[in-house]
C-alpha cells in the first residue's frame, strides 16, 4: 500500500504539490487526474524516489522510499519523457533493467515485444513517439515489480494501441501483485480501466474515490413530470447535484441508489423516465462543483 500525509514540494516560488494526503491500495489500478501543472508529475516523482519531499511522509508498504534501494527494487517510474541509453535497442535496455531487477522477466518481456511487432534489436531512437511509449510499457511491466508510476502512459498511442497498452495492464494485476498508478490529463483515457480515481488541481487533491462507489451513488435521469408541483417537490425529495430543464423534459443528476431515485421518481406519474450512465467526467463534474470547483474550467 502506498500512503503519502501532506507531502509538499515546491520549486522556487511555485508549489508544485501542496499538502497531497492519499491512500492508494494494492492490487488496484489508480489514476491521477489534472491538467497540465497540477502536480501529477512531480507527485509522481517523489513517490518513486527521484525528489525529496519538502515536507510530508510517504511510505511505501510501510517504508519511507527516498534513498531506500529496497523500497526501489519494487518501484518502475515511467516518466512523461522515458530515457534510452543513445544507440540502444529494446533488448539492450531489457538486459541493463535486468541488472538491477531481479525478478525481470525477460519472457514475457519477448512475447510482448513480438506480439506488438517491436523489433527488439532495433535502434530506440529510430521509433515513432508511439512506438517509444510502448517499449517503454512493455521494458516497465517486465521489470516484475510491484509498483508502476506511469505518467501520460496512453499519450501518442492509436486508438489500437492505447488499448493494447490498458490491456496489458489489467492482465498483470489479475495475474500477480501488481499496482499501476497512471497520471493523465484526460479522465476519458482513466475511465475505462482505473478502479480508483484521484483529482489534482493546483498542487492539492480535490477529490479521490472509488469509480465503482460513484457510479452505483450517482446517477443521471431524464423524465417528464406531467404537474409542475410534483416536479418542484420532486427536486426538494432528491439530493440533485446538478439539474436542467428543457420544454418539458427535466434532467438531473442526483445522488443515491438507482432504485430510491427512480422509486421517487414514478411516484409523481411521469409520462416518461430513464437512467441514463454517466461518464467519468461527468461525475466528477458533479463532485467538483458541490465542492465549490468548476471542473468545466479545468478540463474543457
Do not use: W
Not at 46 to 66: C, H, T
Not at 166 to 192: G, M
Request: one cysteine or more; glycine letters at 6%; charged letters at 30%.
Amino acid at each position: 500500500m502506498i500512503k503519502t500525509e501532506k507531502l509538499c514540494k515546491a520549486f522556487g516560488k511555485l508549489q508544485a504539490v501542496q499538502e497531497v494526503t492519499l491512500s492508494i491500495a494494492d492490487n488496484s489500478i489508480f489514476g491521477l487526474a489534472g491538467t497540465n501543472g497540477a502536480g501529477k508529475s512531480t507527485l509522481l516523482r517523489m513517490l518513486s524516489g527521484v525528489l525529496k519531499p519538502d515536507s510530508g511522509k510517504i511510505y511505501i508498504d510501510e517504508e519511507e522510499v527516498y534513498e531506500n534501494p529496497e523500497v526501489k527494487e519494487n518501484l518502475f517510474f515511467l516518466p512523461d519523457t522515458a530515457y534510452f541509453f543513445q544507440n540502444a535497442s529494446m533488448k539492450e535496455m531489457a538486459d541493463y533493467y535486468a541488472i538491477f531487477y531481479p525478478r525481470y522477466d525477460k519472457a514475457r518481456f519477448h512475447k510482448l515485444a513480438d506480439n506488438l511487432g517491436l523489433d527488439k534489436k532495433r535502434k530506440i531512437n529510430t521509433f515513432s513517439k508511439g512506438m517509444k511509449r510502448q517499449a517503454a510499457l512493455i521494458l516497465g511491466v517486465c521489470a516484475g515489480t510491484k509498483y508502476l508510476f506511469c505518467d501520460e502512459t496512453f499519450d501518442g498511442l492509436d486508438p489500437v494501441m492505447r488499448q493494447a497498452a490498458k490491456s496489458i495492464l489489467a492482465y498483470e494485476v489479475s495475474e500477480r501483485e501488481f499496482t499501476p498508478i497512471i497520471a493523465s490529463h484526460n479522465l476519458r483515457e482513466l475511465e475505462d480501466i482505473c478502479d480508483h480515481v484521484g483529482l489534482l488541481h493546483r498542487g492539492g487533491v480535490l477529490l479521490s474515490k472509488d469509480v465503482e462507489e460513484m457510479k452505483l451513488q450517482i446517477h443521471k435521469v431524464q423524465c417528464v413530470i406531467p404537474e409542475i408541483q410534483e416536479e418542484e417537490k420532486l427536486l426538494g425529495e432528491l439530493d440533485v447535484l446538478q439539474f436542467e430543464k428543457r420544454l418539458s423534459l427535466l434532467t438531473m443528476v442526483v445522488r443515491g441508489s438507482h432504485e430510491e431515485i427512480m422509486s421517487k421518481i414514478q411516484e409523481k406519474h411521469p409520462l416518461f423516465a430513464e437512467a441514463i450512465p454517466l461518464t467519468l467526467e461527468e461525475i466528477f463534474i458533479s463532485e467538483t462543483e458541490v465542492a465549490g470547483y468548476d471542473i468545466k474550467k479545468l478540463f474543457m
